[in-house]
Protein backbone atom coordinates (compact mmCIF):
# COMPACT_ATOMS: atom_id res chain seq x y z
CA UNK A 1 0.00 0.00 0.00
CA UNK A 2 1.02 3.27 -0.81
CA UNK A 3 0.01 6.35 1.13
CA UNK A 4 0.78 10.54 0.83
CA UNK A 5 1.85 11.80 4.10
CA UNK A 6 0.57 15.74 4.02
CA UNK A 7 2.71 18.22 5.66
CA UNK A 8 0.58 20.96 6.27
CA UNK A 9 1.39 24.36 5.94
CA UNK A 10 2.15 26.94 8.82
CA UNK A 11 2.77 30.66 9.75
CA UNK A 12 6.07 30.24 8.95
CA UNK A 13 6.39 28.06 6.19
CA UNK A 14 4.25 30.20 4.26
CA UNK A 15 6.87 33.33 5.63
CA UNK A 16 9.82 31.38 4.33
CA UNK A 17 11.43 30.73 7.41
CA UNK A 18 13.95 27.85 6.52
CA UNK A 19 13.72 25.04 9.14
CA UNK A 20 17.00 24.91 11.63
CA UNK A 21 20.14 22.64 11.34
CA UNK A 22 18.61 20.97 14.35
CA UNK A 23 15.42 20.22 12.35
CA UNK A 24 17.18 19.47 9.43
CA UNK A 25 19.46 16.79 10.89
CA UNK A 26 16.25 15.48 12.84
CA UNK A 27 14.68 15.22 9.20
CA UNK A 28 17.46 13.85 7.58
CA UNK A 29 17.93 11.12 10.05
CA UNK A 30 14.43 10.15 10.09
CA UNK A 31 14.53 10.19 6.43
CA UNK A 32 17.58 7.64 6.54
CA UNK A 33 15.40 5.50 8.75
CA UNK A 34 12.56 5.69 5.91
CA UNK A 35 14.69 4.57 3.14
CA UNK A 36 16.75 2.36 4.84
CA UNK A 37 13.74 0.07 5.58
CA UNK A 38 12.11 0.63 2.15
CA UNK A 39 9.17 3.04 3.20
CA UNK A 40 10.05 6.34 1.67
CA UNK A 41 9.54 6.35 -2.51
CA UNK A 42 10.15 10.16 -2.35
CA UNK A 43 9.52 13.27 -0.05
CA UNK A 44 10.20 16.88 -0.57
CA UNK A 45 9.24 20.56 0.90
CA UNK A 46 7.54 22.55 -0.90
CA UNK A 47 8.15 26.48 -1.67
CA UNK A 48 5.58 29.10 0.05
CA UNK A 49 2.16 29.71 -1.17
CA UNK A 50 3.21 33.27 -2.19
CA UNK A 51 5.35 31.20 -5.23
CA UNK A 52 2.48 29.21 -6.18
CA UNK A 53 -0.97 29.70 -8.28
CA UNK A 54 -4.30 28.07 -8.78
CA UNK A 55 -5.71 27.91 -11.95
CA UNK A 56 -9.80 27.23 -12.00
CA UNK A 57 -11.43 25.07 -14.34
CA UNK A 58 -14.91 26.21 -15.14
CA UNK A 59 -16.32 25.14 -19.00
CA UNK A 60 -13.57 26.26 -21.25
CA UNK A 61 -12.56 28.48 -19.47
CA UNK A 62 -9.11 29.02 -17.00
CA UNK A 63 -8.37 31.22 -14.31
CA UNK A 64 -5.15 31.71 -12.79
CA UNK A 65 -5.00 32.79 -9.49
CA UNK A 66 -1.44 33.80 -8.02
CA UNK A 67 -0.43 33.15 -4.51
CA UNK A 68 -0.19 33.64 -1.68
CA UNK A 69 -3.21 31.77 -0.35
CA UNK A 70 -5.12 33.19 2.65
CA UNK A 71 -6.03 29.79 4.04
CA UNK A 72 -2.98 28.61 5.66
CA UNK A 73 -4.86 25.32 7.00
CA UNK A 74 -5.87 24.29 3.61
CA UNK A 75 -2.05 24.40 2.34
CA UNK A 76 0.75 22.24 1.99
CA UNK A 77 4.67 22.80 2.90
CA UNK A 78 5.52 19.19 2.01
CA UNK A 79 5.15 15.29 1.51
CA UNK A 80 6.42 11.98 1.40
CA UNK A 81 5.19 9.40 0.04
CA UNK A 82 5.58 6.14 1.68
CA UNK A 83 5.55 2.03 0.56
CA UNK A 84 3.68 0.14 4.19
CA UNK A 85 2.40 -2.80 4.90
CA UNK A 86 -0.97 -1.30 6.02
CA UNK A 87 -2.18 1.98 7.20
CA UNK A 88 -1.26 1.14 11.27
CA UNK A 89 2.27 0.89 9.88
CA UNK A 90 2.20 4.04 8.22
CA UNK A 91 0.72 5.57 11.35
CA UNK A 92 3.09 4.16 13.35
CA UNK A 93 5.95 5.51 10.87
CA UNK A 94 4.55 8.92 10.93
CA UNK A 95 4.33 9.26 14.97
CA UNK A 96 7.81 9.15 14.92
CA UNK A 97 8.36 12.06 12.79
CA UNK A 98 10.56 14.68 14.48
CA UNK A 99 7.77 17.99 14.01
CA UNK A 100 7.48 20.19 17.06
CA UNK A 101 4.39 21.03 18.92
CA UNK A 102 1.01 21.48 17.19
CA UNK A 103 2.22 20.72 13.64
CA UNK A 104 -0.27 18.27 12.01
CA UNK A 105 0.28 15.49 9.51
CA UNK A 106 -2.24 14.01 7.16
CA UNK A 107 -1.80 10.38 6.13
CA UNK A 108 -3.97 9.75 2.99
CA UNK A 109 -3.62 6.37 0.79
CA UNK A 110 -2.94 6.31 -2.36
CA UNK A 111 -5.23 4.61 -5.19
CA UNK A 112 -3.72 1.57 -6.84
CA UNK A 113 -4.74 0.55 -10.46
CA UNK A 114 -6.96 -2.60 -8.42
CA UNK A 115 -9.12 0.02 -6.97
CA UNK A 116 -10.70 1.44 -9.75
CA UNK A 117 -12.38 -2.07 -10.95
CA UNK A 118 -13.92 -2.58 -13.93
CA UNK A 119 -13.91 0.85 -15.10
CA UNK A 120 -9.89 0.67 -15.64
CA UNK A 121 -9.89 -1.23 -18.49
CA UNK A 122 -7.39 -3.41 -19.83
CA UNK A 123 -6.27 -0.79 -22.54
CA UNK A 124 -6.57 1.86 -19.99
CA UNK A 125 -4.42 -0.04 -17.58
CA UNK A 126 -1.69 -0.45 -20.53
CA UNK A 127 -1.67 3.10 -21.10
CA UNK A 128 -1.21 4.32 -17.54
CA UNK A 129 2.06 1.66 -17.21
CA UNK A 130 3.38 3.56 -20.29
CA UNK A 131 2.86 6.66 -18.49
CA UNK A 132 4.43 5.68 -15.24
CA UNK A 133 7.54 3.76 -16.89
CA UNK A 134 8.09 7.60 -19.05
CA UNK A 135 7.66 9.31 -15.60
CA UNK A 136 10.15 7.00 -13.77
CA UNK A 137 12.50 7.73 -17.10
CA UNK A 138 12.13 11.31 -16.36
CA UNK A 139 12.90 11.38 -12.88
CA UNK A 140 16.16 9.63 -13.23
CA UNK A 141 16.74 12.99 -15.64
CA UNK A 142 16.88 15.42 -12.65
Given at each position: MRFMVIVKA????EAGVMPTEKMLTEMGKYN???VKAGVMLAGEGLQPSSKGARVRFDGKTRTVTDGPFSETKELIAGFWLWQVRSRDEA???LKRAPFTDGEEVELRQVFEMEDFGAEFTPELREQEKRVMAEAEKNRGKS
Open positions: NKDSEELIEW
